[in-house]
């Protein structure tokens, strides 16, 4: 089976914390691998390494066969990396469409035409105009982000990201802050997707992971203390007192 | 050799200079994150109001105690009327509204004193000179200069190291949100460190007003070198301003004094005397790109 | 959009009419002013488009104005002593040739300090640009062959075929049309593809970088487009005054750019020309009645920092009801 990622003991220090402490795990394609674990576990500091906004201290990342571990992080998406953050982060002056054709526009590793006029690329208006078609931002489509819900910021994320149309996507607490509702939208779009881009997903609500999650990895203080499927996570005794304790009861 | 070492005092003599200059705008920058291009000013407001004190009066230490409340006093009152409401603006803003500061504080200087330089005389006791090493009798005003610049750079190693202020001083310069955490008086914290920057950058004019001459802009030539030091030294460094002031002081001083006579070795008189001026003056500037290259942060840079 | 092009004939017009104005109201002075003004307004655009709408807060823009100012200048000196620079390029006093040499000068000089730059962020951005900027300055001042601190004097403007550039309101005119074109290159440049990317990544240049652009370069690329801007404004500047001096990179002539930008309005195309105008008006009148003049532009600027957002394009817009 050919592995989408593959990490091999990736560490990461920050002065004298440990942040991910020799941390190893792989993401087949077409799978969703959630990631879980208190905060501060370290999750998010993973998905920076992945993603190349932090430099591991040792390990290696391979992205579908392909080493990537000293790759600037605009080649690393060339690659087919796509991500959304934990703390939503879009372009809050421009609207969700002018957002989405910037994401649209860059899946070509963005231009430097200086001449043409950005508002007359059919193309990219017409991707954007059937994505938003699709979804149910269609109608706060010219919307300024700085005005959206916190919900939909966070779908926007998504449909920026899928845009991209990424090989590996990942996801850093997509439902953080969402309603029940919203959670269930969010869960519907991801299974959605899930047959066009391998996941893996940071999340912290547990319905949601299994749900979707065809796989788990456990870490609690930089560590992974146990994985596999969602059946022999919920019976894995560590876990339970680890995390999932107080939950659970 | 004698040369040298006069010179090499020299170096440091400017370098204190700078490093009181610097210290308090990079604690001002560290702590409140603001650039403030008018610092150069407050040691033009401590020069002046020194300069003319102690013309009047005939006493050095007169003028600079004047020198001292004078720009204590311009600090607090900046900090109050203006720099408070750049606190949370961008730096564009700051810069401008600084750089209009320059503008008002230089007319204003003129409007007072006019643009003749003022001219003061040595304090009685420091006006001869020492020999430090035989041959070399170098004067004993410099001495003092850099002795009371050392004096106020152990002064605020204490200040920072082992007092409630500066603890708070060094938790502000690596992490702001932290001290509002911490339910400190923000307000009067920030008065009192712009203060106090103010106060060392009056002393520091003070000082120079014996050996320089005391017009205006004369802040805005120093201005720009103190920024140096502080991005060299790391924002919010204390001790980077210390070694960057130092080491900046003397490498300006010995290219200035001895690159135009290296040059001339080489290429006619007067067209040597102006490269190597020239070049002696993009010097700091020259280290400061080099070191920012290789740190981006600085030498000494807080976190955060 | 219809307005939009409306206005700018109109103001075009207006301005092409300012040296009949001048003649008929004997205030031969104008078409002086309103050119150097124009002049200002390009330098002052081409710094807004990396500061407004890049983000990126450089303080020695005027390195960039005064290389495009000495390039005119130092090819004049050797046309005029029929020497070589450097002993390889012979000296012109061909607009045609000059401009674009500026231009291409200072485009890599901007090449190479945005290089190195744009690796640092925030404070030290604006320090670093700010140092490249005294390099340069101090480097021209010491250069004694073009006049030290003297600077050159370009005793006749660069000639263009078929125009007579000796007459003033030939020259104004050309001016002119220089402004109006790099006006509208900005307008285009800001609505293409790769504008767009540059505001991109002043909103969140994060974001940007996680959807694949690579925002160095993008950055680099801006800075150099901008330095090119303020090349071609100084190269037209040392024709319209006959005279180019390290002056022209000092680092306050940089701050005075960045005035003219906040003052004009930040972000916006016709916001610089406006601040220079204004900027540069306010200046000359002043310095007629006063040499304090410099006390009551501080305290203005002071005053628009503190309490307006936007400069006065915002008041503008305010006062016009919405629309650019
Ligand atoms: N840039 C940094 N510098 C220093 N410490 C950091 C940095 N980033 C994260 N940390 C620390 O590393 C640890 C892991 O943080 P991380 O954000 O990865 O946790 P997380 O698992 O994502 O938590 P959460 O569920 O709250 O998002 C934390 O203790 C955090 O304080
Ligand atoms: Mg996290």
Redesign the pocket.
């Known amino acids: 089976m050919n592995h989408v990622l593959e990490i091999a003991g990736l560490t990461k220090t920050?002065?004298g914390?440990t942040?991910?402490d020799n941390v190893s795990l792989t993401v087949n394609a077409g799978e969703i691998h959630a990631l879980i674990?208190?905060?501060?576990?370290?999750?998010?500091?993973?998905?920076?390494q992945i993603c190349g906004e932090?430099m591991p201290n040792a390990g290696h990342i391979h992205l579908a066969g392909r080493d990537i571990t000293r790759l600037p992080p605009a080649e690393r998406v060339a690659l087919g990396l796509g991500r959304t953050f934990?703390i939503t982060s879009l372009l809050d002056d421009m609207t969700v469409r002018e957002n989405l054709a910037l994401a649209v526009q860059a899946r070509e590793g963005g231009n430097f035409r200086i001449f043409d006029r950005a508002a007359n690329r059919a193309e990219v208006w017409d991707e954007v105009a059937e994505i938003l078609a699709a979804s149910a931002l269609g109608p706060r489509a010219g919307v300024t982000v700085a005005d959206l819900a916190h919900g939909e910021k966070k779908q926007l994320e998504l449909l920026m990201a899928l845009s991209q149309r990424p090989r590996l996507l990942l996801l850093?607490?997509p439902m953080a802050g969402l309603g029940h509702l919203e959670s269930q939208q969010m869960i519907d779009a991801l299974l959605a997707a899930r047959g066009d881009c391998a996941m893996l997903l940071?999340e912290?609500d547990m319905d949601a992971v299994f749900a979707l999650a065809d796989r788990v990895t456990v870490?609690v203080y930089?560590r992974v203390i146990a994985a596999g499927n969602a059946d022999e996570i919920r019976a894995n005794p560590a876990v339970r007192d680890a995390y999932l304790g107080e939950e659970d009861t | 050799m004698i040369l040298l070492i006069e010179q090499l005092l020299n170096g440091l003599q400017y370098g204190v200079t700078l490093f009181l200059l610097a210290a308090g705008l990079t604690l001002i920058f560290g702590i409140m994150g603001v650039i403030n291009l008018a610092h150069g000013a407050l040691y033009m407001v401590g020069a002046f109001a020194g300069a003319w004190v102690s013309i009047q009066t005939g006493s050095f230490w007169a003028g600079l105690l004047a020198g001292l409340v004078a720009s204590a006093i311009a600090g607090v009152l900046v900090e109050l009327g203006v720099m408070r409401r750049l606190y949370a603006r961008d730096h564009l803003d700051q810069v401008l509204a600084t750089f209009a500061l320059i503008l008002i504080f230089n007319q204003s200087t003129v409007l007072i004193f006019g643009r003749q330089p003022l001219f003061t005389s040595l304090p009685e006791m420091f006006s001869g000179s020492v020999e430090i090493v035989p041959g070399l009798p170098y004067p004993s005003y410099r001495l003092f200069v850099i002795a009371v610049g050392l004096a106020v750079a152990f002064g605020l190693y204490l200040l920072i190291n082992k007092t409630r202020i500066g603890m708070l001083v060094r938790a502000g310069a690596s992490n702001r949100q932290m001290v509002r955490a911490l339910g400190v008086n923000i307000g009067g914290l920030y008065t009192a460190v712009f203060g106090l920057g103010a106060l060392l950058a009056g002393l520091a004019g003070v000082m120079a007003s014996p050996i320089m001459s005391v017009q205006v802009g004369m802040g805005d030539e120093i201005i720009l070198a103190t920024f140096v030091v502080v991005v060299i030294g790391g924002v919010g460094s204390v001790k980077g301003a210390f070694v960057a002031g130092i080491v900046l002081g003397m490498c300006d001083t010995m290219l200035r004094a001895f690159l135009p006579g290296l040059l001339q070795q080489v290429m006619p008189g007067s067209e040597a005397q102006a490269l190597g001026v020239g070049i002696s003056s993009m010097g700091i500037y020259l280290m400061m790109a080099i070191i920012l290259l290789v740190r981006p942060r600085g030498l000494f840079a807080a976190q955060g | 959009m219809k307005r939009e092009y409306l206005i700018l004939a109109t103001v075009f017009l207006l301005l092409a009419l300012v040296p009949f104005l001048a003649a008929a109201t004997g205030q031969t002075s104008w078409t002086r002013l309103v050119g150097q003004a124009l002049i200002y307004g390009m330098a002052a655009a081409s710094l807004n488009f990396i500061l407004g709408y890049g983000g990126m807060i450089s303080f020695g823009h005027a390195a960039f104005f005064g290389i495009g100012g000495y390039v005119v200048g130092i090819m004049y000196h050797h046309f005029d002593a029929g020497t070589s620079f450097l002993g390889v390029i012979p000296g012109t006093d061909q607009m045609l040739i000059t401009l674009p040499a500026a231009v291409l000068v200072a485009g890599l000089a901007a090449a190479l300090v945005g290089a190195m730059s744009l690796r640092t962020g925030g404070v030290q951005f604006i320090m670093i640009t700010l140092a490249f900027a005294q390099m340069f300055f101090f480097l021209f001042i010491s250069l004694k062959t073009y006049g030290g601190e003297d600077g050159i004097m370009v005793r006749r403007t660069n000639a263009l075929p078929g125009l007579d550039m000796r007459n003033r309101d030939t020259l104004y005119w050309v001016v002119l049309c220089f402004a109006a074109a790099y006006y509208l290159f900005l307008r285009r440049l800001v609505q293409s593809s790769f504008g767009q990317i540059i505001a991109g990544i002043r909103q969140n240049e994060r974001r940007m970088a996680s959807m694949g652009i690579s925002t160095f370069r993008y950055k680099l690329y801006a800075f150099i487009l901008s330095g090119m801007g303020a090349g071609l404004a100084g190269a037209l500047m040392v024709n319209f005054l006959r005279f180019a001096s390290p002056d022209m990179m000092h680092w306050t002539r940089s701050g005075e750019f960045m005035i003219m930008v906040i003052l004009g309005g930040v972000g916006t195309l016709a916001g610089p020309f406006i601040g220079a105008g204004v900027l540069f008006t306010v200046e000359t009148t002043l310095a007629r009645y006063t040499e304090h003049w410099m006390l009551p532009v501080g305290i203005l600027l002071l005053v628009v920092v503190l309490t307006s957002k936007g400069g006065l394009m915002a008041l503008i817009r305010k006062l016009t009801g919405g629309q650019k």
């Open positions: 920050f002065g914390l942040a991910t674990g208190p905060n501060g576990a370290g999750k998010s500091t993973l998905i920076n932090l934990q850093d607490e940071v912290h870490l930089g």
